[in-house]
């Protein structure tokens, strides 16, 4: 069992950063992907970035390419996500997600991961 661990999450104004980690109780990260998703009320649950942790492949959705880098900490068996020039279409509850045996083409799909934080929200707001 895999618990999922999310900070980071607050309020910053348009053009600011912010930093969310996702850290794993229970086991750690290897042979896991790992991956951000957000999701605003009424709207499906949308992937933002993901990590291959053995490897370190990046994957990112296009409204956040350029601003958003998603990095791992072996060390503190750790996800991050660094986030800048926010604006308000990033405004979300974020939520950290683990999975292990997911085919490149298939991480994007929140159904594949196994493993949810509880979600951190993030406001851009001036």
């Known amino acids: 069992q895999v618990q999922l661990v999310e900070s980071g999450g607050g309020m910053v104004q348009p053009g600011g950063s912010l930093r969310l980690s996702c850290g794993a109780s229970?086991?750690?990260?290897?042979?896991?992907?790992v991956a951000w998703f957000r999701q605003t009320p009424g709207k499906e649950r949308e992937f933002v970035a993901a990590?291959?942790?053995?490897?370190?492949?990046?994957f990112y959705a296009d409204p956040v390419k350029g601003r958003f880098t998603i990095a791992r900490d072996f060390a503190e068996n750790t996800v991050y996500l660094q986030m800048n020039r926010l604006n308000s279409e990033d405004t979300a509850v974020y939520y950290c997600?683990?999975?292990?045996?997911?085919?490149?083409?298939?991480?994007?799909?929140?159904?594949?991961?196994?493993?949810w934080g509880q979600g951190t929200r993030v406001t851009v707001s001036s």
């Open positions: 229970g086991r750690t990260f290897s042979s896991y992907t």
């Open positions: 997600a683990a999975g292990r045996g997911i085919i490149v083409s298939s991480t994007r799909t929140p159904e594949n991961y196994n493993y």
């Open positions: 990590i291959r942790w053995s490897g370190g492949s990046t």
